[in-house]
T-cell receptor, first 114, second 108 residues
């Protein structure tokens, strides 16, 4: 399977715990995006990387959130001190460089904070 | 106000009907995407447009840059078309803005 993969697919955690999600993009894709989607809403942009550089970061991303893409391949999204409001689907997408290159989405990680 | 507005929010159609979903946006864009999201969360990119019209099978997408409007049409709808359809725009800074989606149910 050469698509975008995300792990884990589901995560249930207690409030206050830290969680980390992983995204493996399509191997030749330079750009990697993280989104959050809550029930009944469209995805919301969180951040994006071009290679290993984090180029944009949404105001939605509080200081409890951090994302890395250390070698320009896979990326991790960490949420510290989780809150119930963090419960959502976290989606990753990747694309190649260029103005008109479409994004390919991973299956998402569904986070439930109890 | 959202940067991307879709209508309708929910749509129920009989199998075989012609369906139109509309998307209006307020930001300058480099591209507009139509996405399909199935129950369980998987998102598939249907179209990417910067002008004119594209067709894939029974799906047609159009965009009017001057009016900042796009439509997704489904001809001869089928129950397997039931999904949430999301309009997304990419601005010139490569940020994406998403509509809240249109939930389509096609009844046999």
């Amino acid at each position: 399977d050469t698509g975008v993969s995300q792990n884990p697919r589901h995560k249930i955690t207690k409030r206050g715990q830290n969680v980390t999600f992983r995204c493996d993009p399509i191997s030749e894709h330079n750009r990697l995006y993280w989104y959050r989607q809550t029930l009944g809403q469209g995805p919301e942009f969180l951040t994006y990387f071009q290679n290993e550089a984090q180029l944009e970061k949404s105001r939605l991303l509080s200081d409890r959130f951090s994302a890395e893409r250390p070698k320009g391949s896979f990326s991790t999204l960490e949420i510290q001190r989780t809150e119930q409001g963090d419960s959502a689907m976290y989606l990753c997408a990747s694309s190649s460089l260029g103005r008109h290159n479409e994004q390919f989405f991973g299956p998402g990680t569904r986070l439930t904070v109890l | 106000k959202n940067e991307v507005e879709q209508s309708p929010q929910n749509l129920t159609a009989q199998e075989g009907e012609f369906i139109t979903i509309n998307c209006s946006y307020s930001v300058g864009i480099s591209a507009l995407h139509w996405l399909q999201q199935h129950p369980g969360g998987g998102i598939v990119s249907l179209f990417m447009l910067s002008s004119g019209k594209k067709k894939h099978g029974r799906l047609i997408a159009t965009i009017n840059i001057q009016e900042k409007h796009s439509s997704l049409h489904i001809t001869a709808s089928h129950p397997r078309d039931s999904a949430v359809y999301i309009c997304a725009v990419r601005n010139t800074g490569n940020q994406f803005y998403f509509g809240t989606g249109t939930s389509l149910t096609v009844i046999p």
